[in-house]
């Protein structure tokens, strides 16, 4: 396989974009990452996009998009992996150039959410469920996330003031991040008084819904030296890894297993651990996912997650800040689009391009995006090189 | 428009809990599977599900999918049933507030669901309390 950097990023402000359709908006973020990869063309793109039919009507979106980009006859594929779209767009884009396939190759993620009412968003994300087995008796997705809180609360201790935590600290970080959809800071009274969605989760546990995309460029590392782009990133590992779809199914309700085993997979094909890492990108469609992604990551023990959050330990001047952009929390969750956007900004951390979010001497950064109730995680390890 | 296939084809499960056990490994599961994810088994017995069980965990929903709206604010949990399955179900003919984990309960066979657009009824299991 050949080393793979990544040599361009794009990505538009998010929020609810009433005037600009699902193709503007996705040809806006991948035209800034071609540009910022100072290349003429790409071979092949992917787009990750969990719903373009439920949300504006639209299938067929790798010959749409590339299409729209100018760029003709290439290869476009639309990757769909509920909310983990991106990050799984961007591991095919990565693959297809280390396998030589492709040399320069565009990996993109869309989500036009606000086309449809609220009703018909919440339905087009409980797909990302057991439509038969979960959805069909009246669960909703903050209903999954929630009845996982409740697992996690009642083993571990995990208290309500923990869960808000993780909200506070990523409005605060979105505060500073310019594409952010909510750049108001919260507090933790405010969360803990918002109104119950599904208990123990409230509307600020809960992710926004979003109109965005993202976009990056990679190509060979030999051939990125040569573009000199300085510093460069490198893609350091790439790993992929499911679980049963109903939350029911699985064992241990207050672990997410596949973010564990991918985990396992990126530390051992990076060569790293835990200690290397300098931030961490990850998926927080709810406060509680973020403690539980936490502790699969290896972080923090099992159950010490909640703690470690309500302690700064995760803050962006904390011992493994999680989540310098805002998150889904704060930076918003057009859900095609979050994984792509993770690695955005991942890259520029590591480029040092982040101002006044950035993260002092980074070297490495991981980012985890996540498929439905953790069904699936796609995670990335990213090295300025 | 959903049509009525999709309904009927679940029938054997929502109205009698029939389920599969594995004939290799023992491992049961609802709704039945072709391949066994224990041990790529495909030879199955069909069983039937035990009926009691106790909440593994739970929610109280306040914003309900379309369908629910009425019935909202209610509680669903994860239930554990005394076979070892579990299922997803609304825990109904209680406070939804008092629900806690670890709670006995048992399945009843109730309409889940308001008329669709295509009219069709929704029926399958909940669970109450068991006292």
């Given at each position: 396989?050949?080393?793979?950097?990544?040599i361009?990023?794009?990505?538009?402000s998010?929020g609810?974009?009433?005037?600009?359709?699902?193709r503007?908006?996705w040809?806006e973020?991948?035209?800034?990452?071609?540009?910022?990869?100072?290349?003429?063309h790409?071979?092949a793109?992917?787009v990750?996009?969990?719903?373009?039919?439920?949300?504006?009507?639209?299938?067929?979106?790798?010959?749409?998009?590339?299409?729209?980009?100018?760029?003709?006859?290439?290869?476009?594929?639309?990757v769909?992996?509920a909310?983990?779209?991106?990050?799984?767009?961007?591991?095919?884009?990565?693959?297809?150039?280390?396998?030589?396939?492709?040399?320069?190759?565009?990996?993109?993620?869309?989500?036009?959410?606000?086309?449809?009412?609220?009703a018909?968003?919440?339905?087009?994300l409980?797909?990302?469920?057991?439509?038969?087995?979960?959805?069909?008796?009246?669960?909703?997705?903050?209903?999954?996330?929630?009845?996982?809180?409740?697992?996690h609360?009642?083993?571990?201790?995990?208290?309500?003031?923990?869960?808000?935590a993780?909200?506070?600290?990523?409005?605060d970080?979105g505060?500073?991040?310019?594409l952010?959809?909510?750049?108001?800071?919260?507090?933790?009274e405010?969360?803990?008084n918002?109104?119950?969605?599904?208990?123990p989760?409230?509307?600020?546990?809960?992710?926004?819904?979003?109109?965005?995309?993202?976009a990056?460029v990679?190509?060979?590392?030999?051939?990125?030296?040569?573009?000199?782009?300085s510093?460069?990133v490198?893609v350091?590992?790439?790993?992929?890894?499911?679980d049963?779809?109903?939350?029911?199914d699985?064992?241990?309700l207050?672990?997410?297993?596949s973010?564990?085993?991918?985990?396992?997979g990126?530390?051992?094909?990076a060569?790293?651990g835990?200690?290397d890492?300098s931030?961490?990108?990850?998926?927080?469609?709810?406060?509680?996912?973020?403690?539980?992604?936490?502790?699969?990551?290896?972080?923090?023990?099992?159950?010490?997650?909640?703690?470690?959050?309500?302690?700064?330990?995760t803050?962006?001047d904390?011992?493994?800040?999680?989540?310098?952009?805002?998150?889904?929390?704060?930076k918003?969750?057009?859900?095609g689009?979050?994984g792509?956007?993770q690695?955005?900004?991942?890259?520029?951390?590591?480029?040092?391009?982040?101002?006044?979010?950035?993260?002092?001497?980074?070297?490495?950064?991981?980012?985890q995006?996540?498929?439905?109730?953790?069904?699936s995680?796609?995670?990335?390890i990213?090295?300025?090189? | 428009?959903?049509?009525?296939?999709?309904?009927w084809?679940?029938?054997?499960?929502?109205?009698?809990?029939?389920?599969?056990?594995?004939?290799?490994?023992?491992?049961?599961?609802?709704?039945?599977r072709?391949?066994?994810?224990?041990?790529?088994?495909?030879?199955?017995?069909?069983?039937?599900?035990?009926?009691?069980g106790?909440?593994?965990?739970?929610?109280?929903?306040?914003?309900?999918p379309?369908?629910?709206?009425?019935?909202?604010p209610?509680?669903?949990?994860?239930?554990?049933?005394d076979?070892?399955?579990?299922?997803?179900?609304?825990?109904?003919d209680?406070?939804?507030?008092?629900?806690?984990?670890g709670?006995p309960?048992k399945?009843?066979?109730?309409?889940?669901?308001?008329?669709?657009e295509?009219?069709?009824?929704?029926?399958?299991?909940?669970?109450?309390?068991?006292?």
């Amino acid at each position: 396989m050949r080393e793979v950097a990544v040599i361009g990023v794009g990505m538009n402000s998010w929020g609810e974009l009433w005037e600009k359709s699902h193709r503007a908006i996705w040809t806006e973020a991948a035209l800034q990452a071609i540009e910022d990869a100072g290349v003429d063309h790409v071979d092949a793109m992917y787009v990750g996009c969990m719903s373009g039919g439920l949300f504006v009507g639209q299938e067929h979106l790798g010959a749409l998009l590339s299409d729209q980009l100018g760029m003709g006859p290439i290869p476009g594929t639309r990757v769909e992996s509920a909310c983990a779209s991106g990050g799984l767009s961007f591991r095919h884009a990565y693959m297809a150039v280390a396998s030589g396939m492709h040399d320069v190759v565009l990996a993109t993620g869309v989500e036009k959410m606000t086309d449809v009412d609220g009703a018909a968003a919440t339905y087009a994300l409980s797909t990302a469920a057991d439509q038969e087995y979960e959805c069909y008796n009246g669960i909703t997705f903050p209903g999954l996330y929630a009845m996982m809180a409740n697992v996690h609360m009642n083993k571990y201790g995990t208290t309500r003031e923990q869960l808000a935590a993780v909200a506070v600290k990523n409005h605060d970080n979105g505060s500073l991040n310019p594409l952010a959809q909510f750049r108001g800071k919260v507090t933790a009274e405010q969360v803990m008084n918002s109104v119950m969605v599904a208990d123990p989760l409230r509307v600020l546990d809960c992710s926004p819904i979003t109109d965005g995309a993202a976009a990056v460029v990679v190509a060979p590392l030999d051939m990125a030296r040569s573009m000199a782009r300085s510093p460069l990133v490198r893609v350091a590992a790439s790993a992929h890894a499911t679980d049963a779809i109903a939350l029911h199914d699985r064992e241990d309700l207050a672990v997410l297993s596949s973010t564990e085993k991918a985990a396992e997979g990126a530390y051992r094909q990076a060569g790293v651990g835990t200690s290397d890492l300098s931030f961490c990108e990850v998926h927080d469609c709810f406060t509680i996912a973020e403690i539980m992604v936490s502790e699969a990551l290896g972080l923090f023990d099992r159950g010490s997650g909640g703690a470690a959050a309500a302690s700064g330990a995760t803050a962006l001047d904390g011992k493994i800040p999680i989540n310098p952009s805002g998150g889904l929390k704060s930076k918003g969750h057009p859900v095609g689009a979050t994984g792509i956007a993770q690695i955005r900004e991942a890259v520029l951390q590591l480029r040092g391009e982040c101002g006044d979010r950035q993260v002092q001497n980074a070297r490495y950064g991981l980012t985890q995006n996540m498929g439905g109730t953790g069904a699936s995680s796609v995670i990335h390890i990213f090295e300025r090189a | 428009m959903t049509g009525p296939a999709r309904y009927w084809r679940e029938i054997p499960q929502r109205y009698r809990y029939e389920a599969a056990k594995c004939k290799g490994c023992g491992k049961v599961f609802f709704p039945p599977r072709t391949v066994c994810n224990g041990c790529r088994g495909q030879a199955f017995d069909d069983i039937r599900l035990a009926q009691t069980g106790t909440v593994e965990t739970f929610t109280v929903i306040r914003v309900a999918p379309s369908g629910f709206a009425d019935q909202a604010p209610y509680a669903v949990g994860i239930i554990k049933l005394d076979d070892g399955v579990k299922l997803t179900a609304q825990i109904v003919d209680c406070d939804p507030e008092k629900v806690a984990i670890g709670d006995p309960v048992k399945l009843e066979f109730r309409r889940l669901q308001e008329d669709g657009e295509s009219g069709i009824l929704c029926y399958g299991y909940k669970f109450v309390p068991a006292t």
